[in-house]
């Protein structure tokens, strides 16, 4: 009798063992599509779009400071507002026309009577942050500039954690960090190259940047928040209308005389119309990305910006490479394909536009 009780233990025993292997293996079955699909999440459809996306802004950005430096160095012309006004009057011009044949006329002036101060905060504080940021590099240092222009992506964080009630996971906030030790890494080696351009106003030049950079982080978000409950068409075209109207007025008492005395030559006209065709792309594609993904993928995307400018400058200017460039391009890729692992987080704030009607809000595919 003992020893049936002995065997019949032992069968228990190994049918025990046997069905714990199946749960193990079955586990590590389901632990291992998780990985997969997290990592097949990187090379589906929409990832690889936004991804190209962010890419495209990123060489808009070079295009822009490639032909702002050609301008100030081979015809000593610096005109930032004037560039700045006819881009806004080109989106104004071309969105609200796309407004009004979607909305009418009626519809158009429905969407000033409901919706303007909203668009005229938006387009006030875009304006100023392209200002601000221009006036810091005629101050402070171009490596200062460069390390507090990052403060927009902390500073965009927080707005999207506290105004978007987005709600990120560790993946997001380690690409982040990651693309933020890239820039970091670059900035580090250009000081240690001697590339500082000293300032002639430290604290003004600081104040500056951080201001701007700031208002970029706001027009960055509070564009997000527009777009993600309108369509793009009537947030582009009120941003292009209200701008104008704002940077105009800047324009007219900033920038009379450096307009009477630019002697307006093909290589000026061209390279402006280079500048303006590169924010008119600019503008035209982030609402796009910020509706697929958000505001901080938007601006870690643009980090490549600097190492596009590199090689064009290596091609333009006779820049050189220094050493660590390299791995500072390789990390901010990383830190972005850290972000993509999960898909950025939907906002959850309270949607104030609705127009009282039926009307859905925007999606992701809409224009």
Known sequence: MLEEKNDSGSVELKGFQEQQKHEDAASSA????????????????????????????????????????????EHGVSIPTSQSFLNYLVLGIVYTSITLYKEGFQGWLVILRRRSLYYILFALIDVEGNYFMVKAYAFTSLLSAMLLDTWTIPCVVLLSVF?????FIRWHYLGVFTCLVGMGILIWSDMAAGKNFP???YLKGDLFCLAGATCYAL??????????????YEVVGQLGFWATIINGIQLAILEREELKNITWTGPVIGYIIGFDIAMFLLYSVSPILLRLSSATFFNLSLLTSDFYGLIFGLILFSAKMQDLYPVSYVLTILGIIFYNIYPAPEPKFKRRL????DQPEAQPGDV
Do not use: H
């Open 219 to 232: 027009s960055n978000v509070g564009q997000e928040y527009l777009v993600r409950q309108k369509p793009m």
């Open 354 to 357: 609705e127009d009282g009607d």
């Open 163 to 167: 105004f978007l009630k987005m709600r």
């Open 30 to 73: 389901v632990a291992r599509p998780v990985w997969k699909q997290r990592l097949s999440a990187l090379f589906t459809r929409q990832t690889l779009v936004i991804v190209l996306l962010g890419q495209i802004l990123s060489l808009c950005i070079t295009a822009t400071t490639i032909f702002s430096t050609k301008l100030a160095q």
């Open 199 to 201: 300032g002639s106003d």
